[in-house]
């Protein structure tokens, strides 16, 4: 160097100077002269060229001599490995650029140069805050001086650090400058640092530097286009500003090197689990993340304990893990591996610690360049809500394991909603129990309903953040990138859209099996109405989406009333629109691609699958492209499935499916190609096919089919009909053609559209083996005086005594109960006696039982304290009232103590109270005050004693009471139980009339014919069919019942008479009693029915002189059911009903199964 550039004396020759920013750059870039033709290289002019480094601003000026110089135009020159370095151009028209400076200000001369870092732009999730990422693997595109000016292959080295390699772009370009080759290998030198023009001739280029990233190498189709389409650079290039560094992290803008904060390499493996995943870069030595994850799991474990400490963590949550679904996912797989002695790694375990990838950069004073990376974005948000998925499913999972999840899940689905099917539910009022309302006990912990509830939480935020994605149209049109690749590498595009429609259509609601419409607002509103609208837009016909036409055909062009009609030839423009041809080519192959073919990963993935695949009937290719298009279809569905409306829904439904039907045209043509989708009316079901719904070749009507017939009727089943049992047992399936009626005889059906196949299609035929292979495998008080309704009462509670007394083998406190109501109708009648005697004019017997009652048995004559408490004379009522309420008193004690000890407080501070009235009963003075009370305490005690659903939740699995029945713990009981307080059994009888009968016979008669199933022989055999008149109904909440559920059934028809006098009640006479069998069983979902036949009298009402004679017949029904085993197990201990929950079962069961005892508690009776 002749002399230091920075004195820069007035009297210097002139000279070009270019200002490259930063300094200590590596080899690799340098400056070469072109004529203003580009045709000859002036290597001499660039081989003088002199450099020295510029403190402020921090750069290293490039000089070359330019005295006599003409204009040149500067190349920007990149080593290669290959036999010639790559050359692009620079600035055009370049000449001699005098020396800027100021004493002031910081200046910049007429040409800059920027290296840069690309970086990739973040908005965290939880804050406002931006982040600048490292750049992901992949390509990063430069658009500059009207064309795609540079590609460059963005790799990572062992090491961790970033390398940059050029594809020399002019060696893949013919005559007329087209791109040609759709593989283009990175050829330039390994560069740490990518240059960018900056500056020119004194302006900055504010907008003519464009980039763009892709995770995968455009096809030269992509290049071309938007090489030819300004609006195509606009929509898929982001302007940069590379004139300042920024202190803020801002899209498109440098950003300055102390601003870049120490980062490591990406790894989506484990970017994917962390809701920001600067949480990994940003951590070194990776620790955060195992710091996160140990958060995450101390947090689902505090859930998983319930009590206090889980409602705390619930209630005031960990801000940190607000939106980790993927670290909450993983926290409770590894809580579970613990449970089953697993313990597979963790991701980021393995990893080592890293160096700053940005530590050079920042050394040498190079700024990152800022670029939005939407399929990340696009792939994260997709991610986390397939995590949020998976957290749900793990909870769900775990609880189906937990012992009483059967039990649960019952309360859960029958007493938490507030209505259930529209209508109120009378069982919520126990919701509010205590059991029931604290979610941080038993119940609510084995649903996991606070995890559950965070797992919605995170699924909503999750899904409705893709869907805002998705609704722009700049991230849509990231995705062309995929869908203008060639060959088997065109499917990834369908496989990545696919993917991002099926995390939109998840509804929350419906994956969470605890939770259903009637209890949705458990967890918040429905499904996320913003990702419900973001896919109707995207995938409803008409839409003028960016990814609808990369998804789907124009369906002005490929009409759905007619078969698919493939064209002839096909260009890929670039742009990514649906290319039927290409999609057909890969349909047709037999074979998945080669590895060596495919350059995507989700296109490896596809290939990988067809190779591994063997469930499908088609080819593994084929079959795995069936499968790709299926799922949009299946998102259509999912999306249908969440619009209450049923017209609404039937509406939606043509332009939801029919852009996926066309595709699946094209995708698998040889197959489907000439399916159509038109009116019924105007197709011959001779000729076609109607799907899954009416072929008339195989006999299939509405999906079912003969043979399936026959084996619904085999198995017990019903569809589209009914299982009947005869007298004998016999059962018979009917499944009533007639309710089957041909498609074409529905009226309304005519106009609706349908897919249709050629009978004789390819299509038709593979659906009937497809069916042949899989096959198909559900009373009122008056008003009176006192002293009667005392009567009537105590007479009530002898009664219940007494059966009690004989029912518990005369245990103590029954015999107790028993005395006292003797003694209380001894008493009863006594004053009734007196009370008669006084008044009216009685019956002889009446007034003898008064006098008895004042009968003087002693006469008190004492002086001491104690004699004066008792009157003088001591009557036989007044030692039967005070023997009365000692008695009374003590039941009442005896009555609360039992409460106090089941756990029943307020019943039994009820009973107490009823107690201390008895006492005070005997106190003179205070008697009406203890009849108050007695009166009160007891009828509140009726009222507030636990009914068996709310002694079944304080002493089943989830109360607090354990102790009293033991047995409910054990989780086959406690859901028995449980299930008997639901059974809800109900016996209804009546008669048939003509119709019905006639009905009854010809849907037997008719079900089937004699040589597929024999109805009609054995139809001979039971001739007494013709008899049934009657029928007798029970229906349950019980599944199963005629089968699971074997009824045993006591039938007796008594014939009776009547006899009714005036002022006397009737006099029943039963003048003959016959036990029969039901003439036919009809087993149905929840109802059995009993035909039997009711013989006709005929004079049913006579009178005779003052006497009404009613004759007739009637039923008693004696029915209970009991669980069906088969051997080797043991006989189950399951009937129906099922005792109380407090009531022990025996363990000998013969007396509760013998139909001649039919203990009241263990059979249904009815007179009928």
Known sequence: MSQELSQHKACEPPKLYIQVMG????????????????????????????????????????????????????????????????RVSLFERVGETPWQEHPQRVTWQHHVVQPVMPLAFWQSLQSERARALPIRPGYLYVYYQGAVWREIEITLSQQGQWQFRDIDLARHRD????????????????????????????????????????????????????????????????????????????????????????????????????????????????????????EAKSAQQTLDAGGTEAMDAWERPNPAL?????????????????????DDPLPWEEAPS??????????????????????????????????????????????????????????????????????DNPLHEFADDEVLSYHGGTFHTAIATLSRYNAH??????????????????????????????????????????????????????????????????????????AARTLQALLEDGSDEPLHAMCFPD????????????PETEINDGSGVFRSLALAEQGQRDQAPEKDELHTLEASLLAAMARSSTTSQLKGWTGTIDIVFAKFAESGKNLLGQIADENQ?????????????????????????????????????????????????????????????????NHRRQFYGNVYRTADGTLLGATNRRRLNSMSEIGEAREMRFIFADADSRAAELVRRGRTRIGMAERAAGITKLPYILVVVEAMNLAVCGSAFLKTKKSAKTALYAVSAMTDLGLATLNISEYIAKRHQAPRPIIRVSQISQKVVIRNQGTNWLARRFPQLIRINWLATKASGILLAITMAWEALGRFDEGDTDAGIAYALAAVGAVMLMIGPLGWIGLALLLGGSIAGTLLTDGPF???????????????????????????????????????????????????????????DSTSYPIGERWQQHGSLQDIDTAIEVRSALPGMGVELKDRLVLTREHYRNTTLPRMYPQPDTLSSTRVQPLLTQIAPHRLTYFVHTPRVADPVVSTGLALVTEGYRWQLQLQFHEVTQPPLRTSRRIFPAPKPLVAIPDDMTEILSIDNAMGDYWIKETL
């Open 23 to 86: 300094k200590a750059h590596p080899d690799g870039h340098r400056f070469v002269f072109y004529d203003i033709t580009d045709q000859q290289v002036q290597q001499a002019l660039a081989d003088k060229v002199e450099e020295e480094d510029l403190p402020t601003p921090l750069s290293r000026i490039h000089g070359w001599p330019w005295k006599d110089q003409p204009e040149r135009n500067v190349w920007l020159e990149i080593a290669s490995d290959g036999d010639a370095p790559i």
């Open 175 to 294: 005559s007329a400058s087209e791109y040609t080759d759709n593989q283009r290998p990175g050829i330039g030198k390994s560069l740490s640092e990518i240059w960018l023009p900056a500056r020119q001739n004194l302006g900055w280029l504010s907008t003519a530097v464009r980039v763009a990233f892709s995770e995968v190498q455009w096809s030269a189709p992509r290049l071309n286009y938007l090489n030819t389409h300004p609006a195509g650079i606009s929509r898929r290039f982001q302007a940069v500003s590379l004139q300042r560094p920024s202190q803020a992290i801002t899209s498109g803008r440098l950003v300055a090197p102390d601003r870049l904060i120490a980062q490591r390499g990406r790894c989506p493996d484990i970017e994917w689990q962390l809701a920001e995943p600067e949480l990994w870069t940003e951590d070194l030595l990776g620790q955060a993340v195992a710091t996160r994850f140990a």
């Open 322 to 342: 607000a939106l980790e679904a993927g670290l909450c996912a993983l926290a409770l797989e590894k809580i579970v591996q613990q449970d089953s002695e697993q």
């Open 354 to 423: 890293s160096e700053d990838v940005f530590s050079d950069a920042r050394r040498r004073g190079i700024p990152g360049l800022v670029i939005d990376d939407a399929m990340f974005a696009l792939r994260h948000a997709q991610m986390q809500t397939q995590q949020a998925q998976h957290y749900l499913s793990l909870l769900l999972e775990r609880c189906a394991r937990h012992p009483h999840y059967q039990s649960a899940l019952l309360v859960q689905k029958r007493i938490i909603p507030e209505r259930i099917a529209g209508q």
């Open 457 to 530: 939480s995170l699924w909503e935020t999750h899904q409705t953040r893709l869907a805002d994605y998705l609704s722009d149209a700049a991230y849509q049109r990231a995705l062309a990138d995929y869908f203008s690749l060639e060959g088997g590498d065109y499917l990834s595009g369908f496989a990545i859209a696919q993917q991002l429609f099926t995390a939109l259509s998840l509804d929350r609601q419906r994956a969470d099996t605890l939770l259903d419409r009637d209890i949705a607002s458990q967890f918040g509103d429905t499904q996320s109405a913003t």
């Open 555 to 566: 369906s002005a062009a490929y009409r759905v009333e007619q078969p698919f009609v493939l």
């Open 649 to 713: 829904r039937t509406v939606m439904a043509a332009r939801i499916y029919l852009p996926s039907f066309n595709a699946s045209r094209a995708a698998l043509h040889t197959l489907i190609g000439d399916l159509t989708f038109q009116p019924l009316a105007d197709v011959d079901l001779g000729n076609k096919v109607l799907l899954g719904v009416e072929d008339v070749a195989s006999g299939l009507t509405f999906g079912l089919d003969k043979a399936e017939r026959e084996y619904m009727a």
């Open 950 to 1008: 709310e002694a079944w939740l304080k002493h089943g699995p989830f109360g607090n009471q354990k102790d009293d029945a033991p047995w409910l713990q054990d989780p086959k009981i406690a859901y028995y139980r449980l299930q008997g307080l639901f059974a809800n059994i109900r016996v209804t009888r009546r008669r048939m009339s003509p119709i019905e009968q006639r009905a009854l016979l010809a849907g037997l008669g008719n079900s089937h």
